[in-house]
């Protein structure tokens, strides 16, 4: 089960690997292209709300890139001093309720893109897209957090009963998942 959970968000992993390095290489080709552009008096109106919406995805999904491999922003300092299963308990915690905050986030810009953004009638950013197809990373981005951190929080039980290494459980090394499990 454990290598099974590894491996589902392993996936995601790597699709978000993929579009945040696509992402990011359009980004910096467009921000070029407006600083170029602009030495000429030629800059490209829609390039800066682009440029904005480029930001807010490379964003999210570094996120929750950074949620995967447990380098995202928290504040522990219990579970950075403590050890063996304490450790796995702190660890677990903190993954439900971040877990739930992810959720609760995900549900709210859910309705905020389908109550606000999806029947307006303001102009477009920039060449016709709609304003709720590019906020549409939020639901999707918090959600896919979410999810890592409901397995991460399946996967500290099973660290917390086994009382095995807590930091095991970030590992991305196959030889480890296999050889653990």
């Known amino acids: 089960m454990v290598v099974f959970l590894k491996k589902f968000v392993g996936v995601f992993r790597k699709i978000e690997e993929g579009l945040l390095v696509s992402l990011f290489s359009i980004m910096v080709l467009v921000a070029t292209s407006q600083i170029f552009l602009s030495f000429f008096s030629r800059g490209v109106i829609w390039f800066d709300s682009l440029l904005k919406y480029l930001v807010l995805w490379i ?7 950074a949620t ?4 995202h922003i928290k504040i522990d300092l219990i579970g950075r001093f403590a050890k063996g299963r304490l450790k796995s308990i702190v660890n677990l915690t903190t993954n439900l309720f971040s877990a739930v905050v992810c959720t ?10 389908a109550e606000i953004e999806y029947g ?4 477009s950013p920039f060449l016709g897209i709609d304003k709720w197809i590019l906020l549409i990373i ?5 959600g896919l957090m979410s999810v890592k951190f409901t397995v991460f929080s399946i996967l500290s039980v099973y660290f917390t009963v ?7 459980m970030y590992s991305t090394e196959k030889e480890t998942i296999h050889k653990e499990y």
């Not at 086994?162 to 095991?168: A, L, M």
């Open 59 to 65: 964003a999210m999904l570094a996120s929750s890139i």
């Open 68 to 71: 995967y491999s447990n380098k």
């Open 104 to 113: 609760v986030i995900t549900i709210v810009s859910i309705i905020y893109i």
């Open 120 to 123: 307006s009638t303001d102009p």
């Open 138 to 142: 939020l639901p999707v981005g918090f």
């Open 162 to 168: 086994t009382n095995r290494d807590v930091e095991r």
